[in-house]
């Protein structure tokens, strides 16, 4: 029997796919292209803000660690499912002498807000996800939304940031060679569309923010739970 292609789309990084270090930091091919612009992007939204941001799926933890630096006054948990991914996330704190918060093992799929660990955060100033939801089922989606609705702080963000459809607007040809990749490695994958993450953000009472553009046709998506 011939085995299966490894898949082309890198959902879970591990040493035997991605660049490592002997203490357990992996390095995501992308993030240096990343990380500065997202960074800008959301200086305007929590430079100066206090309180707790829980991301979902930080991957290497390299963006958490580097958000925890750059925004001092927030205290930044990262979380993933996978423990290699929160081994990493530990490690790259402690490398860059980040706030050591010790990552969350969580399955944005399954009822993630009533986590001990998540409840004990308290009302969050954000939640933020980047280059999960085309990665993951339609639920992980649908969790990140309601279980965010549930968990934020009056005033407080729900963050996206990865590539997304737009209804009725031509995709970027990478964006669609993308899509059309993700959903040939596994059915449940692609690129979601704006209108039905922003319906499903009004379903459970969060409003569009903003919607910014970014390199390599990515996109910053804020939604706010109201005052
Ligand atoms: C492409 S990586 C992105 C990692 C990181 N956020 C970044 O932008 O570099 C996708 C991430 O989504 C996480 N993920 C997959 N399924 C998930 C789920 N059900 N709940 C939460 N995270 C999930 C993976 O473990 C992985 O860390």
Redesign the pocket.
């Known amino acids: 029997m011939t085995a299966a292609p490894p898949s082309r789309h890198?959902?879970?990084y591990s040493p035997d796919n991605a660049a490592s270090a002997p203490d357990g930091r992996l390095f995501?091919p992308?993030?240096a292209r990343?990380f500065p612009p997202v960074l800008a992007a959301l200086v305007p939204w929590l430079a100066g803000c206090r309180g707790a941001v829980l991301e979902?799926?930080?991957?290497?933890g390299q963006?958490a660690a580097g958000f925890a630096l750059a925004f001092p006054g927030l205290a930044w948990w990262p979380s993933?499912?996978?423990g290699g991914?929160r081994a990493s996330a530990r490690a790259w704190a402690a490398e860059l002498r980040a706030p050591e918060r010790a990552p969350i093992a969580?399955?944005?799929?399954e009822d993630w807000a009533a986590l001990p660990g998540v409840r004990a955060l308290g009302p969050l100033r954000a939640v933020l996800s980047?280059?999960?939801i085309h990665?993951?089922p339609p639920a992980?989606m649908r969790g990140i939304v309601a279980g965010s609705a549930s968990v934020l702080a009056p005033d407080g963000l729900l963050i996206f940031y990865g590539p997304f459809l737009e209804e009725g607007q031509p995709t970027a040809p990478g964006n669609a060679a993308f899509d059309a990749g993700l959903r040939a490695d596994n059915p449940d994958w692609g690129l979601r569309e704006v209108g039905t993450l922003r319906r499903l953000a009004g379903e459970h009472g969060l409003t569009l923010a903003a919607q910014v553009a970014m390199p390599a046709n990515n996109q910053l998506i804020l939604f706010r739970k109201p005052a």
């Open positions: 890198t959902a879970r995501s992308v993030f990343n979902i799926g930080c991957g290497t963006h993933d499912p996978d991914h969580l399955d944005a799929g980047m280059n999960v990665i993951a992980v």
